[in-house]
């Protein structure tokens, strides 16, 4: 449903098929993360898009029309996936003393808070969170623990600007000197 959300915000006040076809083309050209340009890319070409946008098809009967409400989960893998190529985890690779659950946790709440746009629902973010642990082989247990406990707690840090390592600090994954935590 994201991208039909986003092609009716987009196209808000078109009604000229032609003219929502080049909003929607910026739109899409407008997205710099690879995957998610590339399925912006994908569902704008159907032809049924745009004439369900010019009669102001609302996004949820876009989605069940189209048959995408499925692909919610696709989407965050792919972006998930995405993350993990530009961003890999390598624990033993990382510099100090930190165990390697603490930069696991440290890593996946990173990884969160540069994906975080507006409008995610918490489901949505335990979705992504949860995608990322697919790509962690045998700490793929603890990656899941932590996104199914303290997604509430993570977003609650993230608008609080709290930073990741006095997160996982704060719920036991790291030992932070007394300094840092005053």
Known sequence: MFFSSLSYTATTGLSDERAINTKLSQTCASITDRAANTMCNEFISRPRVATMLSTRTPPARMCTQLGDCQLRKEFFAARAHQYVLDHPFNPLLQTGSSSTECQLCQWIFSAYESWLSNGQTEAEIALFLSQLCNFFGSYAPQCNQLVRVYVPKVIQSY?????????????GFCQLPVNKLL
Do not use: Q, W
Not at 165 to 171: A, M, V
């Open 159 to 171: 608008v609080e600007r709290t930073p990741p390592p006095l997160l996982c600090s704060s719920i």
